[in-house]
């Protein structure tokens, strides 16, 4: 009877089994989801109040903004905030957004993303209560090929350049039009620039505003 019984064990083992491994075999294999994320296309600048550039007011705005699947903006929540209506030009701005929703299989779905605006004072690098002017030591080439500018461009890059009092640089104002990719290529070389601030009258260091071009 020991021996009947452990082969009765023994099948009930080997069917499980063999059971096992048909379902497996069947089992159609996972695929992992196709993601594009989004894309900001237009980021719209928020202007200083007259209040708050009385006050000098300086800083930055950062947002909480919700990228909704159709295309529009949905919720803006501050994170970090000014004073003097500036808070309320970041979000005014913010909504303005315009982006490309990301995508996973091809369907829009909603992201939240931080947006930060930067509030900085400055004068034009010419203006004439500037004792000293802004001068760039160094500017790296961006990443870009020549190919991949607009014919238009003609091989050449313009921007304005916010160059601030405690070496903060960045793009004020894209002057050729460029793809987004493209700006986000010079950007990079942009926050690789180094210079001397710009010095008032009053012996102050300040920000300032240049227009540079970049020969592709």
């Known amino acids: ?26 089992a159609p294999l996972a695929t992992a989801p196709r993601i594009r994320e989004h894309q900001i296309l237009d980021t719209p600048r928020a202007p200083y109040t007259f209040q ?30 000014l004073p003097h209506g500036l808070t309320e030009q970041a979000i005014s701005s913010a909504r303005r957004l315009r982006f490309r929703p990301k995508t996973i299989d091809g369907v829009p779905v909603d992201v939240t993303v931080t947006v930060s605006y930067r509030f900085s ?14 001068q760039i030591t160094s500017m790296p080439r961006p990443a870009i090929k020549r190919s991949e500018l607009p014919q238009a461009a003609n091989g ?46 009053n012996g102050r260091r300040t920000g300032v505003t240049m227009v540079i071009e970049y020969v592709i």
Not at 8 to 24: K, M, R
Not at 71 to 80: D, F, Q, R, W, Y
Not at 180 to 199: H, N
């Open 52 to 81: 708050a550039r009385e006050n000098e007011v300086q800083g930055i705005v950062s947002l909480q903004v919700e990228l909704k699947a159709n295309g529009t903006i949905g919720e803006v929540t501050p994170l970090s905030t």
């Open 121 to 134: 004072l400055y004068y034009a690098n010419s203006d004439p209560d500037i004792e000293t002017r802004a």
């Open 156 to 201: 050449r890059v313009k921007v304005e350049l916010f160059l601030g009092p405690e070496g903060q640089v960045y793009v004020f104002q894209y002057l050729t039009e460029l793809p987004a990719d493209l700006k986000r290529k010079l950007d990079a070389a942009v926050s690789e620039v180094k210079f001397k601030p710009a010095v008032l009258k």
């Open 1 to 26: 009877m020991r021996i009947r019984s452990t082969s009765v064990i023994a099948l009930g083992i080997l069917f499980a089994f063999s059971v096992v491994l048909e379902v497996d075999a069947q």
